[in-house]
T-cell receptor, first 114, second 116 residues
């Protein structure tokens, strides 16, 4: 079965700390990869995406993610978080062979302490 | 651009009634829209793919007679929860893909359904 796994359900860290959120998917073939963020009280918005090319992708608000095909991973990173990064982060995979449907990971709630 | 709007944002209804939720792409056309359901503290679960002018495609385990989807135009898809019961209470989110876009999905703000 298709699956997208996010390793941490909750992360708590202090401002200026570095953040890394893991994401793994379980199927082969051509995939597009996404990270979405949901700030408290707001709807999902795209942080970054990978379709092809350079596996290191830079997104908005200082986030980046690295696609490692051999590890089926697409981990999200930010070198120095801010209180405003408190949100829930979702990894999503779009498998073209499956009709371009997005499958989401379970989400990771990140709390940044001021 | 690329705004998706859902209405209503919150609805409370009695058990046994039907509720319609609208999803509109305000500034782009979308042949394909998706309906998700999000339970508290859980991820989004794809319910169905809504296709303009044709029948929706439902995911395994989703009752198509329970969750009626209509995609009558390139900017509007509706989800009707028929004969709602308390277990249907959830957060329903739609998303739309631009017809001439990069494949990115744009999400609505979600609709919270509470069935008493």
């Amino acid at each position: 079965a298709q699956s997208v796994s996010q390793h941490n359900h909750h992360v708590i860290l202090s401002e200026a700390a570095s953040l890394e959120l893991g994401c793994n998917y379980s199927y082969g073939g051509t995939v597009n990869l996404f990270w979405y963020v949901q700030y408290p009280g707001q709807h999902l918005q795209l942080l970054l995406k990978y379709f092809s090319g350079d596996p290191l992708v830079k997104g908005i608000k200082g986030f980046e993610a690295e696609f490692i095909k051999s590890k089926f991973s697409f981990n999200l990173r930010k070198p120095s978080v801010q209180w405003s990064d408190t949100a829930e982060y979702f990894c999503a995979v779009n498998r073209r062979a499956a009709g371009n449907k997005l499958t989401f990971g379970g989400g990771t709630r990140v709390l940044v302490k001021p | 651009g690329a705004v998706v709007s859902q209405h209503p944002s919150w609805v409370i209804c009695k058990s046994g009634t039907s509720v319609k939720i609208e999803c509109r792409s305000l500034d782009f056309q979308a042949t394909t829209m998706f309906w998700y359901r999000q339970f508290p503290k859980q991820s989004l679960m794809l319910m169905a793919t809504s296709n303009e002018g044709s029948k929706a495609t439902y995911e395994q385990g989703v009752e198509k007679d329970k969750f009626l989807i209509n995609h009558a135009s390139l900017t509007l898809s509706t989800l009707t929860v028929t004969s709602a019961h308390p277990e249907d209470s959830s957060f329903y989110i739609c998303s739309a893909r631009k017809n001439l876009g990069t494949g990115e999905l744009f999400f609505g703000e979600g609709s919270r359904l509470t069935v008493l």
